[in-house]
């Protein structure tokens, strides 16, 4: 079985500092990973995505990825309270296939 | 541009009964797939669509099926719903790079 497993938290932090969320993945033939953000009631928005090892940046976020240790993780700088939310993880497994499998999400309460 | 349309956004039906949803993709988009939301299970995989065609399936049964038309619409189908059926039911559009773009849901309840 092929898994993507995120701690559910919730993580809190207060509101300026940096919120670090993690996501750790089976397979290693895993080739793009992909970072969702879910509002209480509200459906999945894609808001990072990474293919390469390394750092990507965009704005106050930046997607870590390790392939060797197989995780990758999601900084977000300058927690505001409007990031409070749920985290999916999604890696797209090895095979050809572009489905990724989610994990089941870490939720974020940034506190002011 | 506009997003991924989900038709109904609620709805509730009895044991037994069956229920269709649709979706419309973004315009350009030939990938549709729909995924199931619980609280306990997450976001669980159903299938998926190209060109009309079923590309990949997740692991649900029979009861569970779909069909994408040529304007690359898509709509589920839920036959004999039981309790457990009760979700969020996402469908999303993609390009070929497995970014996805999620529509805003149908919330099914099954009494």
């Known amino acids: 079985q092929k898994e993507v497993e995120q701690n559910s938290g919730p993580l809190s932090v207060p509101e300026g500092a940096i919120a670090s969320l993690n996501c750790t993945y089976s397979?290693?033939?895993?080739?793009?990973f992909f970072w969702y953000r879910q509002y209480s009631g509200k459906s999945p928005e894609l808001i990072m995505f990474?293919?390469?090892?390394g750092d990507k940046e965009d704005g106050r976020f930046t997607a870590q990825l390790n392939k060797a240790s197989q995780y990758v993780s999601l900084l977000i700088r300058d927690s505001q309270p409007s990031d409070s939310a749920t985290y999916l993880c999604?890696?797209?497994?090895?095979?050809?296939?572009?489905?990724?499998?989610f994990g089941r999400g870490t939720s974020l309460i940034v506190h002011p | 541009k506009a997003g991924v349309t989900q038709t109904p956004r609620y709805l509730i039906k009895t044991r037994g009964q069956q229920v269709t949803l649709s979706c419309s993709p973004i315009?350009?988009?030939?990938?549709v797939s729909w995924y199931q939301q619980t609280p306990g299970q997450g976001l669980q995989f159903l299938f998926e669509?190209?060109?009309?065609?079923?590309?990949n399936k997740g692991n649900f049964p029979g009861r569970f099926s779909g069909r994408q038309f040529s304007n690359s619409r898509s709509e589920m189908n839920v036959s004999t719903l039981e309790l457990g059926d009760s979700a969020l039911y996402l469908c999303?559009?993609?390009?070929?790079?497995?970014?996805?773009?999620f529509g805003e849901g149908s919330r099914l309840t099954v009494l």
């Open positions: 999303a559009s993609s390009m070929e790079l497995g970014e996805l773009f």
């Open positions: 990474i293919y390469s090892n």
């Open positions: 669509y190209f060109s009309e065609t079923q590309r």
């Open positions: 397979d290693r033939g895993s080739q793009s």
């Open positions: 999604a890696v797209n497994i090895s095979g050809g296939s572009y489905i990724p499998t």
């Open positions: 315009s350009g988009h030939r990938s």
